[in-house]
């Protein structure tokens, strides 16, 4: 997997989130998921783009293993993991 990810855009920068919107929301699936962002799940899996509510956030993802991870249609990245999170500038 790691001839993969050295094929993709690598990021620039790196930054911790502050506070909660929806860019932090699904960078919070996707990390859940094992990926670093949607630009790294697109070049693994080999998609346009990951599923997603009619609100925008990610609906499901196929983690690296093969297994499913099935998001709900509102907010589930909580408080406490929000500066947990990372937003990566390209």
Same mark, same amino acid.
């Given at each position: 997997?790691?001839?993969?990810?050295?094929?993709?855009?690598?990021?620039?920068?790196?930054?911790?989130? !502050? /506070?909660? *919107?929806? +860019?932090?929301?699904?960078?919070?699936? %996707?990390?859940?998921?094992?990926? =670093?962002?949607?630009?790294?799940?697109?070049?693994? !899996? /080999?998609? *346009?783009? +990951?599923?997603?509510?009619?609100?925008? %956030?990610?609906?499901?993802?196929? =983690?690296?293993?093969?297994?499913?991870?099935?998001?709900? /249609?509102?907010?589930?990245?909580?408080?406490?993991?929000?500066?947990?999170?990372?937003?990566?500038?390209?």
């Amino acid at each position: 997997m790691a001839a993969a990810v050295s094929t993709a855009v690598q990021p620039k920068s790196m930054t911790r989130a !502050k /506070k909660w *919107d929806e +860019a932090v929301e699904n960078a919070y699936r %996707f990390q859940l998921a094992g990926y =670093r962002d949607e630009e790294e799940y697109r070049s693994v !899996k /080999k998609v *346009d783009s +990951a599923e997603k509510w009619d609100n925008g %956030f990610v609906k499901k993802l196929q =983690r690296k293993d093969g297994c499913f991870y099935y998001y709900n /249609k509102s907010r589930e990245c909580s408080d406490k993991d929000v500066p947990k999170t990372k937003l990566y500038n390209y």
